[in-house]
């Protein structure tokens, strides 16, 4: 199935810094969406975008769509110790059938005190 | 809002017996449910796709005679492992979209089967 690179693997970042993350690939998607998942826990909807070039915040989260429409990326600002999980991306192609996303790999955050 | 449930969080059973996990959209009508399976430290792996009133999709190489997949209504679909063996022990996760043009999933808290 269709792949989708996201990087890095995972970060360690102290408390207070903003941590950047994206998902690239060679196909392009209609919807980006960004999901949370805490330790034994369903992922949780943070961000949804839906057109190029599209930016879009939620509290200390920001997240683009490329314009390319090929990429997305996600920025949290002023980290604390509860954004420690593991953050993945999701995509939505033009051919995809039945609203089905395929997902990153998922990035691994670490928050140090 | 967009709230889904799953049933149960935890199940233990023996080889060979049948588990069944329930779905919910709390708050909305899903017109399609997903069930994904997701293995220790990797990202989540589509099985199935349910569509309310008709059957299943399934992923290539998902077998739909063990994983029984019902969505007989707008706010429920459940997952049925038949015959479960050591291997079938994962995480099960539920996700549910709420409108036509809407390409949102909200999942649920999953499901961590393990057959002994």
């Known amino acids: 199935g269709q792949q989708l690179n996201q990087s890095p693997q995972s970060m360690f970042i102290q408390e207070g810094e903003d941590v950047s993350m994206n998902c690239t690939s060679s196909s392009i998607f209609n919807t980006w969406l960004w999901y949370k998942q805490d330790p034994g826990e369903g992922p949780v909807l943070l961000i949804a975008l839906y057109k190029a070039g599209e930016l879009t915040s939620n509290g200390r989260l920001t997240a683009q769509f490329g314009i390319t429409r090929k990429d997305s990326f996600l920025n949290i600002s002023a980290s604390i110790p509860s954004d420690v999980g593991i953050y993945f991306c999701?995509?939505?192609?033009?051919?995809?059938?039945?609203?089905?996303?395929?997902f990153g790999s998922g990035t691994q955050l670490t928050v140090l005190p | 809002g967009a709230v889904v449930s799953q049933h149960p969080s935890r199940v233990i059973c023996k080889s060979g017996t049948s588990v069944k996990i329930e779905c919910r959209s709390l708050?909305?009508?899903?017109?399609?449910m997903f069930w994904y399976r997701q293995f220790p430290k990797q990202s989540l792996m589509l099985m199935a796709t349910?569509?309310?009133?008709?059957?299943?999709?399934?992923e290539q190489g998902v077998e739909k005679d063990k994983f029984l997949i019902n969505h007989a209504s707008l706010t429920l679909s459940t997952l049925t492992v038949t015959s479960a063996h050591p291997e079938d022990s994962s995480f099960y996760i539920c996700s549910a979209s709420p409108g036509t043009f809407s390409y949102e999933q909200y999942f649920g808290p999953g499901t961590r089967l393990t057959v002994t």
């Open positions: 349910s569509n309310e009133g008709s059957k299943a999709t399934y």
């Open positions: 999701a995509g939505q192609l033009p051919s995809g059938s039945a609203r089905q996303l395929t």
């Open positions: 708050d909305f009508q899903a017109t399609t």
